[in-house]
């Protein structure tokens, strides 16, 4: 059964950083390129970055691009999201996503449950 | 970036009534446009990708249409469990965008 399970949430100072982890399982890992998107309390959803399935491209929002880096481990089935200068507007529940078909990028048909992230002083 | 706007915001229907939702790019995304689902507390789930065709396990009276700017996703029959907020979503480029959401809400 393919499965992602996001950790790494939790409260965090302005300017200060957290790093998001979401493990997979059930699938070829290697093959799918994975995104980030995000949803802040009460409001809608908000795609962040994706990795591609090697790694070797990443696309990020706007709002993010400069603070957020995000990076994956082929070898641990395992998906990054590190984010710097975070920022009170950076709250949110961060999903991690699976893109529907190999080796390309299209749309997002396996979800993690998220994780919650708040920032405040 | 490319702006999707959805409207309306809100639409109160009843159980076995048809839905029709709108989506309009501000500029034209061909057929790149996903429709998902959102229940409280839930993830999204994917109901229609490229404009009209049905994700696995999709009830038949989903559907999409639509091409260039504007896009609809009909609900025929609500069922109960339909009653949710309903994004859209483009991949023409980076970076995708959603719309801002609409709330289907029992009448």
């Known amino acids: 059964q393919v499965h992602l399970v996001e950790s790494g949430g939790g409260v965090v100072q302005p300017g200060r950083s957290l790093r998001l982890s979401c493990a997979a399982s059930?699938?070829?890992?290697?093959?799918?390129?994975l995104h980030w998107v995000r949803q802040a309390p009460g409001k809608g959803l908000e795609w962040v970055a994706v990795m591609s399935y090697n790694g070797n491209d990443k696309y990020y929002t706007d709002s993010v691009k400069g603070r957020f880096t995000v990076s994956r481990d082929n070898s641990k089935n395992t998906l990054y999201l590190q984010m710097n200068s975070l920022r009170a507007e950076d709250t949110s529940v961060y999903y991690c996503a699976r893109d529907m078909r190999e080796n390309y990028y299209f749309y997002m048909d396996v979800w993690g449950k998220g994780t919650t992230v708040t920032v405040s002083s | 970036e490319i702006v999707l706007t959805q409207s309306p915001a809100t639409l109160s229907l009843s159980p076995g009534e048809r839905a029709t939702l709108s989506c309009r790019a501000s500029q034209s995304i061909r057929l790149y446009l996903a429709w998902y689902q959102q229940k409280p507390g839930q993830a999204p789930r994917l109901l229609i990708y490229?404009?009209?065709n049905r994700a696995t396990g999709i009830p038949a009276r989903f559907s999409g249409s639509g091409s260039g700017t504007d896009f609809t996703l009909t609900i025929n029959n609500l069922e109960p469990e339909d009653f949710a907020v309903y994004y859209c979503?483009?991949?023409?480029?980076?970076?995708?965008?959603f719309g801002q959401g609409t709330k289907l809400e029992i009448k």
């Open positions: 059930g699938f070829t890992f290697s093959s799918y390129a």
């Open positions: 490229d404009a009209s």
């Open positions: 979503q483009h991949r023409s480029n980076w970076p995708y965008t």
